[in-house]
C-alpha cells in the first residue's frame, strides 16, 4: 500500500538541524549561554556561533541579549512549543528505531481475571525468562471493568478479557470462545447432570459479579426473555468468595469451565454445562490504545497470545 504523501512532498528546511533547536531549548530554559554551554559540555563561543546560524537560517531575532544573559523574543516565545514536541517526537523516534536494532527490553504490564491469570503469568515469565531476559513483567489482576480502565489510562499494556457477543472492539483479538457452566456444591442434584437447562436457572440462589458486568446482563437478559429473573443473594468479584459460597452456602453461580477444572477434578465442586440457550464467553486479548505498541510489548503479546489460547485448549 502506498503512503498518502510521498515524501517529496515534504519541505523541510529549518528543522533539518535539530542540535541546533536542542541548543534553542537549553538556552531558553537556562537564560544564559555560560550556563548552557555547561549543561551541554560544549563552550560558550560554539554555542554562541550554532545561536547565531539558527537566528540567520529563521531571518528573525530568536533572544534578545541582556547583561543578565538571554531572554526569548516575542517569536521565540510563539515557536517555542512547538519545538519542544518536534524534538519530543524525534525523541520517540529514535527510542523507537532502537526497539527494532536492540533486543527488547523494559516493562510490560498484562491484567487478567483471576481464573486463568497465575497459571498465564507463571508461564509468560519463564517464557520470558528463556528468550527476553530483558524484558521486565509486571502482572495485575482484577475484573472485566478494572481491566478496561487499566488499559485506557495506560496503566496495562496487555489485558486478557471476557466479551459476549459475536464481534469485538478495535485493538483486540480473539483467544477462545467457551461455554458457561452451572457451578454447584458435590451434593447439589442440578449440577449432577452433564448439562442444565437454562430454565432451570428460574429455581436457583446465585453468587455473582456486582453490576455493571456482562455477564449479569447477559444472563438477565435470557432470564426476561423466558419470562423469570435470576436471584441473586450475593454480589462478589472475588472468584475465591465465590468458590465459598457455593462450595459451603449452596449458592449457585456460572463460570467457564477453566475456571473450576481443579475444583471439579478435585471433588470440592460441580459443574454442569448451561444449555438451551447456551452462554458462549469470547477472550480475547486487549492492547492498549493510549501508549501503542513498542516492538516489546508486541513481542510478549505474541508470546501471551500462543500461551493463553494452550491454557484455554488443555482446559
Known amino acids: 500500500m502506498q503512503p498518502e504523501s510521498a515524501a ?71 515557536i517555542f512549543d ?41 508461564r509468560l515469565y519463564d517464557d520470558l525468562r528463556k528468550d527476553a531476559p530483558g524484558v521486565s513483567l509486571s502482572y495485575m489482576e482484577g475484573n472485566v471493568g478494572q481491566i478496561e480502565a487499566w488499559l485506557a489510562d495506560g496503566r496495562a499494556d496487555i ?54 458486568n456482562e455477564l449479569r446482563s447477559t444472563l438477565e437478559s435470557l432470564a426476561r426473555d423466558m419470562g423469570f429473573s435470576i436471584l441473586v443473594s450475593m454480589e462478589t468479584n472475588s472468584l475465591p468468595l465465590m468458590k465459598l459460597m457455593v462450595a459451603q452456602k449452596g449458592l449457585h453461580t456460572t463460570l467457564p469451565i477453566h475456571s473450576v477444572l481443579d475444583d471439579v477434578a478435585g471433588g470440592r465442586l460441580q459443574a454442569s454445562r448451561i444449555v438451551n440457550p447456551p452462554v458462549k464467553r469470547l477472550i480475547s486479548m486487549a492492547i492498549s490504545k493510549s501508549k501503542g505498541p513498542s516492538r516489546t510489548v508486541s513481542l510478549v503479546s505474541t508470546r501471551l497470545f500462543d500461551l493463553a489460547r494452550a491454557i484455554l485448549v488443555d482446559s
Open 8 to 78: 517529496t512532498d515534504f519541505q523541510i528546511s529549518l528543522s533539518s538541524d535539530l542540535n541546533r533547536w536542542r541548543f534553542f531549548v537549553v538556552i531558553a530554559q537556562l537564560g544564559s549561554l555560560t550556563r548552557a554551554a555547561t549543561f551541554l559540555d560544549s563552550n560558550q563561543s560554539l554555542l554562541s556561533r550554532q545561536l547565531n546560524a539558527l537566528e540567520r537560517e529563521c531571518g528573525v531575532r530568536l533572544f534578545n541579549r541582556t547583561g543578565r544573559g538571554v531572554a526569548l523574543t516575542e517569536t521565540g516565545r510563539l
Open 82 to 122: 512547538r519545538v519542544v514536541a518536534l524534538l519530543k517526537d524525534a525523541e520517540q523516534l529514535d527510542q523507537r528505531l532502537q526497539d527494532y536494532v536492540k533486543a527488547p527490553i523494559g516493562k510490560v504490564t498484562f491484567a487478567c481475571f483471576t481464573s486463568i491469570g497465575s497459571t498465564l503469568a507463571a
Open 159 to 212: 489485558g486478557i478479557v471476557y466479551r459476549y457477543g459475536d464481534t469485538l472492539p478495535e485493538h483486540e483479538f480473539e483467544l477462545a470462545t467457551v461455554d458457561s457452566y452451572l457451578v454447584g456444591s458435590t451434593a447439589d442434584r442440578w449440577t449432577s447432570r452433564a448439562e442444565v437447562q437454562f430454565s432451570e436457572l428460574a429455581n436457583l440462589s446465585f453468587v455473582l459479579p456486582g453490576t455493571p
